[in-house]
């Protein structure tokens, strides 16, 4: 089992930064694929970033391309999104989510339905 709270969340405007924070516990010593999704109301959850275990490899969607970036620290257990040139139809709750990776490495889950853990979500308003 793993638990991951996130942090980081808030109000900003259109064009500003946040950066949002996940932090693992319990079985963190396997490896485990991480990824960012948002859910908007009345919108279907969404990925935004994923990075595998051994930070090699990430994925962002096409909308994130080029203003997000994902990366994990594993001593501490924490993998972070820096999202920057925030828009307003990028308000969501994100979501941080784990997948075990197994043997491999560089494995990345880009479906909601990969993955098995999930946070409580925190709350990114971008106001225009």
């Known amino acids: 089992q793993v638990q991951l709270v996130e942090s980081g969340g808030g109000l900003v405007q259109a064009g500003g930064s946040l950066r949002l924070s996940c932090a693992a516990s319990g079985r963190t010593s396997s490896t485990y694929t991480m990824g960012w999704f948002r859910q908007a109301p009345g919108k279907e959850r969404e990925i935004v970033c994923a990075?595998?275990?051994?930070?090699?490899?990430?994925y962002c969607a096409d909308s994130a391309k080029g203003r997000f970036t994902i990366s994990r620290d594993n001593a501490k257990n924490t993998v972070y999104l820096q999202m920057n040139s925030l828009k307003p139809e990028e308000t969501a709750v994100y979501y941080c989510?784990?997948?075990?990776?197994?043997?491999?490495?560089?494995?990345?889950?880009?479906?909601?339905?990969?993955?098995?853990?999930w946070g409580q979500g925190t709350q990114v308003t971008v106001s225009s």
């Open positions: 989510a784990a997948v075990y990776a197994g043997a491999n490495p560089l494995t990345l889950g880009r479906r909601a339905s990969e993955y098995a853990y």
């Open positions: 990075i595998s275990w051994s930070g090699g490899r990430t």
